[in-house]
Every structure is written in C-alpha cells, then in structure tokens.
C-alpha cells in the first residue's frame, strides 16, 4: 500500500494534513505519494483516517 | 395547482424545499389560505432592489418565501420541528398550495 | 423580532459593534471545518481553549452592554437575546443561579448545524458546542460580576450526539480561572482608497441592499440563508482559538499543515458562502444586473464581502488566472496585534482561503451556471487542475500598511 492508495488526490493531500496532525507525524507529508508504506504505519495512519473523518 | 417539490440539495439538509410552480403565486392570498387553514403566521417583507420577498413564518415550525426565484416557492423546516410535525406541515403546504 | 441587546450599530469598514466587540459573518461550514481543524490533536488542549475564547466574548459583550441594568437576571435575559440574535440558537438560563446551575440549549447552531455541513453520514463522536459552553459560563459571571473564570462549564448533552437538546453544567470554580480580556476592534486605519473604477459594480448600493436584509437570528435564534446556517460571529472568538492553535503548534514541525488547514476552513467557507451567495435570488436582483463582465462577478462578490465585517476588501489586480486583494483591517489582522502584538509571518489565513475560493467560483467552477454547491461538486472541482492556491504577500499583523493575498491559477 502506497502513500496515494490511502490518500488519493488533493482531497486525499487534505486528509493526510489531519492525520499528520492527529498522530503528531510531520515526516508522512514529507513521503513521496508513491512511498511503500510498512504495516506499522498503514495501520497507524488508516486508523487515524477513520478517527480524522469523524464529526 | 400543479407543483414539483425537489430538496434544496445545498445545505440544511432536509430543512429546505423549493416547489417549483406551473404558474405565479400570490403571496398574500397564500398565506391567508394557509391562515385559514389553522396555521398562525408572522408576515414580513424584503425588498432586493426592484424584486420584493414575502415571508410568512409559523414560529417554530416552518417558514414560506415567494419571490426569491421566479416560478418557485420556498418551504423551510424549523430546525426545532420535529419529524411529527414536519409531516405535519408540508401536508398542509402542499393541501393550500394545490388547492392556489 | 423583540430583542433587547446591547448597543450595536456600525463602525466603519462595514464592521459592526456589539458592546465594542467586532462582528463577522460566518457559516455553519466554517465554523464546522474550523473547529475540526482545531480539535485534531488530542494534547493540546484546545477544547479549553474554544470554551474559553467563547467565555471571553460573552462575558465581554454583557459586561460592555451599559444598557442590560444591573439585575442579574436581566442581564441574563439579554445574554439569550444575544444569543439568538446572532444566529447561536436558543439557550435558557431560567435554571442558574450565582452558584451556577443547568443551562438548557433547545435549539443550538454549534450542536444542530455542524452535522448539516459535514459530509452525509458522518459520524460525530464529541460534542461540538464548547462555544455554547463557553459563553454561557462568560455570561453567568457578568451577569453576577464575577470574574470572567469564574465559573466552569461542563457539556452534559450535545445534540450533534444525542439529538436531544443540549445541556452544560455551571458550577462555580473554588478560584476563578484566568480568561484572556476581549480586545474590541483594534486597529482602525483611516484611509482606505475607493473601489476600482475598472468594475461596472456599484459598492454603495450593493452594500445599501444588504442592510435592507434581515439577517438576525430567527424566533428560534438560527439564520437559514443563502442556502447555509450564518452566525453573526464574534471576531475575536475566532482570532483566538486560530492563533492558539497556531501558537501550540509551535515546534512541532507541523506549523505549515495547521496553516494549510485554517487556510482550507476559509476556502470551505468561500465555496459555500460565497457560492450560496452568488446563487441567491438576492444576487440575482441586486448585483447580477450590474454585471457586464466575468470580473464583475469577481467585483460584485467583494463588494458583498465588505458587509460581512471581515474588513475592507480592494481587488488591485485581476486577470483569469490571477486575482491580488488589498485588504485593510481584515479582522484577523486586527485581531491579532490586540491580542499578540506584531505578527512575525502572515496570519490571515481565513482571507486566504476566501480569496482562493472566490476565484475557484468565478473561474474554475463557473458559478454563473448555478451549480449545486454540494459535496460531489466541491470534490470535483477540488481535484481538478487548474484550481487557484492563494499566498500572502503582506500582513497588516507584521506592519504593512495593508494585507495583500494574491491567488494564482496553478498551471
């Protein structure tokens, strides 16, 4: 899973700027969108993609 | 008369119809049937440089624009209203409206 | 509509005056992307910081009303008024005494129009009516000459989550807490220059139109227009909560991403204030017959601009792919120095956003055409090229003489 499968296009970029936010992770809105993202870190930021797209 | 309710799709989410009419309608004569139909209505005007707004509002339940859009007539839930009532009163709107 | 209020009336640059604190327009749209922009990072505490920016303002606009007598529960009485007013909802304070007690919302904008500007389905976990919170505990302590922190507030019921209406709990802190003094209007710059005479819009009278409008609370203390819920916001309620956000994120190395966020709030904002506006009968008959150009729907946005208290806004340069705004005591400039003193970068992130938005009507999305402002059409024109990114090349915050954003069409 890439950076771009999780965070597809500019509406995409927004939701990471959430995420980067929420899990305090500056580095992931340096990655490149085509970055192969390791299991730790998938489930890190797919689990705060869920929590960033709540009210 | 004829009319075709549609959702304003924009925002306020179910609180917003347009009923988009086959002919004009009379403000004043819409809001004395809806009177005469049980509702208790504030009315008031806005004027839009040469185009003039009615509005005629039953507190807390929901409010009637004519003139904001050519051939359209505005219906607005109250927020506070509930499902019951919100029933309630577009039947009874769409009752007057039908019967213009 | 029968409200007692405290003195409110217009100060220049299309700025109203509530008790001397600044008055803006603002959507449920912004107030919603806003706050979830502020409430991202669970450590920082800014929960608190919304409550009591909320708190500052009620207490500072009851506190200044010289007309509201000196019988608490008059004041109070003039705390629901302005609370409605201003588009809030209704709250009730029959149940608080000086110890503090229950403050009942029926009808709240924070807990019931969030949810009409978040995407359908989304689910809402926290409360979202810390402002509702905030300012009843800012009201209770003026209305009994407490200190601003007097009392805390407690959200028991928020109706974005229950539904039912919302319920805060006052109780009267052992010591107050410290709460920030409102700073009123700020700064005031006295010559301002006149709308471009490139434009075939007539400003004065557009202006004149717009206060022909009744855009006060509702009997039920809401303002259903232009196709959003508006609040006739406190200025300085924003500025606070933006600029602490700012501040805390200080050293994180995620400055720029706040930014980005705030700035993406106000572009929100702009899509659907300002493309409810742009596709409003209002519109239609007032400002549309004026137009003999695409500009000039550029202009004639501005112009309605100037009447939302965000400031005096001058188009300096406007092309299809570029549009440069002079903005002179844009609110959060103004906001700002009260609160901060001097800026050391661009702080106008609202204005950003705004005019990035407005040329993303014009230009990209073809408001003319009236096109459902929804949530498909906003994603749509989002990820299309050839959208407009704005940038600030001056700040009346850092000392320039005005706040300059300039929004480029990214090619």
Not at chain 1, 27 to 55: E, F, I, N, S, Y
Not at chain 3, 135 to 152: H, N, T
Not at chain 3, 329 to 343: F, I, N, Q, V
Request: glycine share 10%; with cysteine.
């Amino acid at each position: 899973m890439t950076l771009e499968d999780l965070f597809p296009g500019r509406m995409g970029r927004v939701v990471l700027t959430r995420v980067a936010i929420r899990v305090r992770r500056p580095d992931v809105l340096k990655m490149a969108p085509t970055a192969h993202l390791d299991d730790k870190l998938a489930a890190l930021l797919t689990d705060a993609k869920t929590q960033v797209q709540k009210g | 008369m004829h009319f075709e309710a549609r959702p304003n799709k924009r925002c306020q989410k179910g609180l917003h119809l347009e009923y988009v009419v086959e002919a004009s309608v009379d403000a004043a004569t819409l809001f004395t049937q809806l009177e005469q139909q049980g509702a208790t209505l504030l009315r008031a005007e806005e004027q839009w440089g040469p185009r003039t707004l009615h509005r005629a509002v039953q507190q807390f339940r929901f409010e009637v624009r004519v003139g904001a859009q050519d051939g359209v007539v505005d219906f607005l839930h109250r927020a506070s209203a509930d499902d019951v009532q919100r029933r309630e009163d577009r039947a009874l709107f769409e009752h007057v409206l039908a019967q213009l | 509509m029968s409200r007692q209020l405290p003195p409110m009336g217009p100060s220049d640059h299309g700025r109203v005056l509530l008790a001397k604190e600044p008055l803006v327009f603002h959507c449920n749209y912004y107030n919603y992307y806003l706050q979830k922009t502020l409430l991202l990072d669970d450590e920082l505490g800014m929960e608190d910081v919304i409550t009591d920016a909320a708190c500052e303002v009620g207490y500072a606009v009851l506190r200044g009303a010289t007309n509201a007598g000196a019988d608490p529960q008059a004041r109070l009485q003039m705390a629901q008024d302005i609370f409605a007013q201003l588009g809030f909802g209704t709250i009730d304070f029959s149940a608080v005494d000086d110890n503090g007690g229950t403050v009942k919302v029926p009808v709240s904008h924070y807990g019931r129009c969030m949810t009409m500007a978040a995407p359908d389905g989304t689910e809402f976990e926290r409360p979202q009516n810390y402002f509702d919170a905030g300012f009843a505990a800012g009201a209770l302590a003026a209305a009994y000459e407490k200190d601003p922190g007097a009392y805390a507030a407690s959200i028991q019921v928020c109706q974005s989550k229950a539904g039912a209406p919302g319920e805060i709990q006052l109780s009267l802190r052992d010591a107050p807490k410290d709460i920030a003094t409102a700073c009123g209007q700020g700064h005031h710059t006295d010559d301002v220059p006149p709308p471009p005479a490139a434009s075939n819009i007539d400003e004065p009278a557009v202006l004149e139109a717009l206060a022909g409008l009744d855009l006060g609370g509702n009997e039920e203390g809401l303002i259903p227009r232009f196709g959003v819920m508006l609040t006739f916001h406190f200025a300085n309620f924003y500025n606070r909560i933006s600029f602490e956000l700012h501040r805390r994120m200080g050293g994180s190395g995620l400055e720029e991403a706040a930014e980005m966020l705030l700035v993406n709030a106000g572009y929100k904002c702009a899509f659907h204030t300002f493309g409810g506006i742009m596709t409003s009968g209002e519109w239609d008959a007032v400002v549309k017959p004026q137009i003999q150009s695409k500009e000039d729907w550029v202009h004639g946005m501005v112009a309605c601009v100037n009447a939302l208290g965000w400031g005096v806004w001058r188009v300096h340069e406007l092309t299809e792919d570029k549009l440069v705004v002079r903005i002179w005591d844009d609110y959060e400039s103004t906001g700002y120095t009260g609160m901060y003193g001097k800026a050391n970068t661009g702080i106008s992130f609202l204005a950003q956003g705004g005019v990035a938005g407005l040329m993303n009507l014009v230009y990209h999305a073809d408001v003319s055409q009236k096109p459902t402002l929804d949530e498909a059409f906003y994603e749509e024109i989002f990820e299309q090229a050839g959208g407009f990114e704005p940038r600030q090349t001056k700040c009346q915050a850092m000392g320039d003489a005005y706040t300059e954003i300039v929004a480029e069409r990214v090619k």
